[in-house]
């Protein structure tokens, strides 16, 4: 029978004490790599991100554009295009070109134009550039304002816990679509609303309704762990209350918090759309799908696709989301194995 060496057993040894060594983030990749679903929706939200990106990238010399137009031109029957509050032809009347699968399609525009002669494709394009701004760029911002106000309720506790607290149940107590609507209906005609076209409106409406959610979550996630033997540790080498907040309590809170930032995500770009189809977000002639499905919803009999183009967009960004949060949370689920 064969034996075992004193210098084999050491690498066997070794090599076992290597493969023990994985951290928690380096197991959830390996749960999210094996997880389909997410996979499938991660691919699609970057298929989106880099059309976003290169719809027009103009880096100083460099300039790629995959959006076939300028989403602003208009296309007239007599062959002028008029850009920029250009009115060049506009006598003769904007063309309304069919998709490529409708009758009289017009080959230079694959998914036919709008009633007023813009490119559809141009325009779909150019909104998932608003649409991925619009999901992320909020996210970040309630998770600063709610993330600092739960850090804060959840470690000192105490009248500031009580004070936090009640505050974010009266901002709680609104309806999330109620308040939306008010605040872009008062603000959206004044400097603030003209803003890079509503979108730095939008970024503070957003951030107003959905910060209430985060606090809660990262409030809940420092009450559990505040006693715990690592903070006791840090308060006893002399770790003040900033930096046991920053480098020992969000970290350890992150899991929850990055599956709720993913499902916000479409939830926000919902709600973009849903007020730029009201008529109250984004303003033209900025392109966004929820402005394209309201300009589109007078003509929806004739031109169907005019609304069905950008509400697919929607529908898909929104799905693909989804299952990535789904992945998200059950690859950060630490019962999970591999």
């Known amino acids: 029978m064969a034996t075992i060496t004193a210098s084999q057993q050491r ?16 197991d959830a990749a390996d749960r999210l790599r094996r997880n389909k679903a997410a996979m499938a ?12 990106i290169f719809a027009d990238l103009r880096v100083g010399p460099l300039h790629i554009q995959l959006a076939p137009y300028d989403p602003t031109c208009y296309f007239y029957l007599n062959g002028h295009t008029a850009c920029g509050g250009d009115v060049v032809g506009a006598r003769s009347g904007p063309p309304t070109a069919n998709p490529f699968w409708g009758a009289n399609a017009d080959p230079r525009f694959l998914l036919g134009t709008d009633q007023i002669g813009r490119d559809i494709l141009s325009r779909l394009m ?35 816990d009580n004070l936090l607290m009640r ?3 009266i901002v709680y107590a609104f309806p999330d679509l109620l308040l939306l609507i008010i605040i872009m209906a008062t603000i959206r005609n004044t400097w603030i609303g003209d803003i890079m076209g509503g979108l730095f409106l939008m970024f503070i409406a957003l951030s107003i309704v959905n910060w209430v959610g985060m606090a809660r979550l990262v409030r809940g996630q420092v009450l559990s762990l505040r006693e715990k033997e690592f903070v006791e540790a840090a308060r006893s080498i002399g770790a003040g209350p900033v930096r046991i907040m920053t480098r020992h309590l969000l970290p350890n809170s992150l ?18 759309a849903s007020l730029s189809f009201l008529g109250i977000g984004i303003k033209p002639p900025t392109p966004s799908w929820g402005v394209m499905i309201n300009e589109g919803f007078v003509v929806f009999t004739g031109t169907p696709s005019m609304v069905l183009l950008p509400a697919a967009c929607i529908a898909l960004v929104m799905l693909a989301f989804t299952f990535l949060g789904d992945g998200l949370r059950d690859a950060l689920d630490p019962r999970m194995k591999l």
């Open 41 to 52: 929706g991660l691919f699609v939200i970057l298929g989106f991100a880099l059309v976003a």
């Open 126 to 160: 150019f909104s998932a550039r608003i649409s991925m701004v619009i999901g992320f760029v909020p996210v970040v911002l309630y998770f600063l304002i709610g993330g600092t106000i739960g850090l804060a309720a959840g470690y000192y506790g105490g009248w500031i």
């Open 255 to 272: 899991a929850p918090v990055i599956v709720s930032m993913a499902f916000s995500v479409p939830l926000a770009i919902f709600a973009e």
């Open 167 to 169: 505050f974010t149940d």
């Open 11 to 26: 690498a066997l040894d070794m090599n076992v004490i290597t493969r023990k060594q994985r951290s928690l983030w380096m």
